[in-house]
């Protein structure tokens, strides 16, 4: 009977080892993901920059090359950039509303008695 039990915890402890071992190295993959994805992440923010401001520049030179001045060509391309800006950050203003949960607070806000 003694050698049973020993037999079951053994097994029991060696199953609890394989699931943690396994635990920690799903959680290790799953750490270096994350850090790829980041990594990916702020890559791609750089290249994107890159591309705009490119693009911008094009922009600017399309502009100037169909009779317009430089100052108002960069003038106009920096007024543009503004609004594009100022819209999005709007926008984000907006839809923050919605991360505070309004029709879940307002299921759990208690409702008052109507008295007759």
Do not use: Y
Not at 72 to 86: G, Q, R, T, Y
């Amino acid at each position: 009977m003694v050698e049973e039990l020993s037999g079951v915890f053994a097994s029991a402890r060696g199953l609890l080892s394989n699931l943690l071992d396994l635990f920690t190295l799903e959680a290790r993959r799953a750490g270096l993901t994350l850090v790829l994805m980041l990594a990916c992440g702020a890559i791609g923010a750089i290249l994107v920059v890159a591309a705009w401001l490119g693009f911008m520049a094009a922009l600017t030179l399309w502009a100037v090359s169909h009779g317009s001045s430089w100052q108002a060509a960069l003038a106009i391309v920096a007024f543009a950039n503004l609004a594009v800006a100022a819209a999005l950050f709007w926008l984000c203003a907006r839809v923050s509303r919605r991360l505070l949960f309004p029709a879940t607070r307002g299921q759990l806000r208690p409702t008052r008695l109507e008295v007759v």
